[in-house]
């Protein structure tokens, strides 16, 4: 156990709809990032909060969007669904110190029928 | 050119075999690398954590980065069946924290 934990573990919704995924990090940690895998694009980099501020940014869709709260925690927000979006949706956190070691959580498998 | 390559396999190899895990890169930037351990449908587990070039030893587990070649590998000595899973290389340093992974490798052992 990581010390990351995410909800849901699953989702299935429709196309065109809207879906909100939680994370919490590990006690302590500041860095939160988002990382989604398909099986055609493995693990890819979506965006990285520190501390409630937007840190760093990868290809992440201008229909997902994400915040950091003052307590921590994460919430990723996908919008207007598409086939192409179901995935597993992962959240990592990182040492408030060292800031490298990234740890994941169990991820979230979203389903987009 | 993807900016990480591993080869997918799958790797099969015998119970008590030294496996050996490679990934190469491409950006010169990179500065930390890291191996992750993944069971079907479950988050990634950190199993080692390299900053720049040198061997790193925990347990079973080798890790060793050539920044010079651009080539990293894990080393997992008296392999066991409970190490079937997928093993992924990332590597960072250029932009923030953002993690570039491999496509990750399947490992099978055998009993």
């Known amino acids: 156990d990581s010390g990351v934990t995410q909800t849901p573990k699953h989702l299935i919704t429709a196309t065109g709809q809207r879906v909100t995924l939680r994370c919490s990090p590990r006690?302590?940690?500041?860095?939160v990032y988002w990382y989604q895998q398909s099986l055609d694009q493995g693990l890819q980099f979506l965006i990285q909060?520190?501390?409630?501020?937007?840190?760093a940014k990868g290809n992440i869709l201008e229909r997902f969007s994400a915040q950091q709260f003052p307590d921590l925690h994460s919430e990723l927000n996908l919008s207007s669904l598409e086939l192409g979006d179901s995935a597993l949706y992962f959240c990592?956190?990182?040492?408030?110190?060292?800031?490298?070691?990234?740890?994941f959580g169990p991820g979230t498998r979203l389903t987009v029928l | 050119q993807k900016e990480v390559e591993q080869d997918p396999g799958p790797l099969s190899v015998p119970e008590g075999a030294i496996v050996s895990l490679n990934c190469t890169y491409s950006?010169?930037?990179?500065?930390?690398f890291m191996w992750y351990r993944q069971y079907s449908r479950k988050g990634p587990e950190l199993l080692m954590y390299?900053?720049?070039?040198g061997n790193k030893e925990d347990g079973r587990f080798t890790a060793q980065v050539d920044k010079s070649s651009k080539y990293i590998s894990l080393f997992i000595r008296d392999s066991q069946p409970s190490d079937s899973a997928t093993y992924l290389c990332a590597m960072g340093g250029e932009y923030g924290n953002k993690l570039v992974f491999g496509a990750g490798t399947i490992l099978r052992v055998k009993s």
């Open positions: 006690s302590g940690d500041l860095s």
């Open positions: 909060y520190y501390n409630g501020e937007e840190r």
């Open positions: 950006n010169s930037a990179f500065q930390y």
């Open positions: 390299t900053y720049s070039s």
């Open positions: 990592a956190s990182s040492p408030a110190t060292s800031g490298n070691e990234q740890f």
